[in-house]
Structure formats: structure tokens, C-alpha cells
T-cell receptor
Framework: NAGVMQNPRHLVRRRGQEARLRCSPMKGHSHVYWYRQLPEEGLKFMVYLQKENIIDESGMPKERFSAEFPKEGPSILRIQQVVRGDSAAYFC??????????????FGEGSWLTVV | AQKITQTQPGMFVQEKEAVTLDCTYDTSDQSYGLFWYKQPSSGEMIFLIYQGSYDEQNATEGRYSLNFQKARKSANLVISASQLGDSAMYFC?????????????WGAGTKLIIKP
């Protein structure tokens, strides 16, 4: 799972600023997922992307949050005008293409966002 | 809707003893996968073991095994010969194999502390 690279590992933002979290999937993986973990809780699904496509964003807040996975470069989770409630750990995961690959989902080390 | 329940918020276990972490799930799907992840204090999410709903054998990975009881909808994680390094949060998660979005549903986690 060390192959999923997330940065920054820790990010501090003031209320109203923007946060950008990056994720490079494991080599050969074309499916990327973002999850959010609030303190003392399990992860909550946010969005599932493939290259240049958002497949499922049912877990994304309707406002201020967006995600992309361009043809080149990492996936980006963007949070505009952050509020204190956005403070959480944001995990990226990836899996390879093809059927049956959903049992090989590997996570990055997470990005911890603190809003002050 | 799918749901994962982990009833043990915390556990203390003596080093070298075996540990069983409980996980029950609720789903109406016939094909699904069950996962266990370890989250140490450093924060990363480490994949431990996977069990498919149609797998006839219980999954094993080194000291980890999954006690899968399909009729009871339980998927308990067993750690044999516990070590101090096993102290961490442990999360049970599941996904619908037939669902193309590969979304994982997570339990609230169990905090395991191994005593020397």
C-alpha cells in the first residue's frame, strides 16, 4: 500500500482558504477513491474517479468540494473556503482496472487537514 | 443499505495471546467482499485481509485469519500470538462485488492495545 502517494501529509489552513490534496495511485491503477475520516470514526466514501471521469461523487458535499483525476498527473481533492468542520484525515485509495479488482484496494498514508 | 458494526470500541490484550475482533455486517447482496484494515497511531491505513462472500475457505494472511460465518453475517478478525506492534485501530469494511463503484462501507473501528 506504500505505492499510493498522498501529499501533503499535513496541511493547516485558515478558515476561508483553499485546500488542495494530491494523490498519485499505485502504478498500473486507474481507479482512485477519496475517503474522509473524522476523529474517532471510520472512513466515509466521498468520490470515485477514473482517468478524466468522475464515476460516483455521491459522498461529496454539494458545495466547496471538488475532485479531478486528469489524464496526466495526480488526482486532486479541492476544498474551497474551508471551515473548521472540514478538519479531518483525507485518504486516497487506488485499485487496478478490470472486473474483480475491487478486492485489491490500497490506501495512501492520508492527508491531515487542520482548519484554524 | 449496507452496514458494518464493530461492537468493541476498545480492547486490552496481553502480549502473545490471541485476539478476536468482532465484525457483523448487514447486506441484501449475494456477492460482497469483506476487508480488515489496521490503522496505527501514525495514521496510515494498512490492508490486512480480504474475504469474498463465495470463498469457501476462511482467509488467512500470516498471523491474521478471518472467521467468516456467512449465516450469522459475521467476519471476525483473529490475530494469533499478539505483539506490541499490533496496538492500533482496526477497521472492518465491506463492498458489493457487483457494484461497479467499489465503494467501501466502514465500521467505527476497534482500538486494540497490547499489554507487555
Amino acid at each position: 500500500n506504500a505505492g499510493v502517494m498522498q501529499n501533503p501529509r499535513h496541511l493547516v489552513r485558515r478558515r476561508g482558504q483553499e485546500a488542495r490534496l494530491r494523490c498519485s495511485p499505485m502504478k498500473g491503477h486507474s481507479h482512485v477513491y477519496w475517503y474522509r475520516q473524522l476523529p474517532e470514526e471510520g472512513l466515509k466514501f466521498m468520490v470515485y474517479l477514473q482517468k478524466e471521469n468522475i464515476i460516483d461523487e455521491s459522498g461529496m458535499p454539494k458545495e466547496r468540494f471538488s475532485a479531478e483525476f486528469p489524464k496526466e498527473g495526480p488526482s486532486i481533492l479541492r476544498i474551497q473556503q474551508v471551515v473548521r468542520g472540514d478538519s479531518a484525515a483525507y485518504f486516497c485509495a487506488s485499485s487496478p482496472p478490470g472486473p474483480g479488482s475491487g478486492n485489491t484496494i490500497y490506501f495512501g498514508e492520508g492527508s491531515w487537514l487542520t482548519v484554524v | 443499505a449496507q452496514k458494518i458494526t464493530q461492537t468493541q470500541p476498545g480492547m486490552f490484550v496481553q502480549e502473545k495471546e490471541a485476539v478476536t475482533l468482532d465484525c457483523t455486517y448487514d447486506t441484501s447482496d449475494q456477492s460482497y467482499g469483506l476487508f480488515w484494515y489496521k490503522q496505527p497511531s501514525s495514521g496510515e491505513m494498512i490492508f490486512l485481509i480480504y474475504q469474498g462472500s463465495y470463498d469457501e475457505q476462511n482467509a488467512t494472511e500470516g498471523r491474521y485469519s478471518l472467521n467468516f460465518q456467512k449465516a450469522r453475517k459475521s467476519a471476525n478478525l483473529v490475530i494469533s500470538a499478539s505483539q506490541l506492534g499490533d496496538s492500533a485501530m482496526y477497521f472492518c469494511a465491506m463492498r458489493d462485488v457487483m457494484d461497479s463503484n467499489y465503494q467501501l462501507i466502514w465500521g467505527a473501528g476497534t482500538k486494540l492495545i497490547i499489554k507487555p
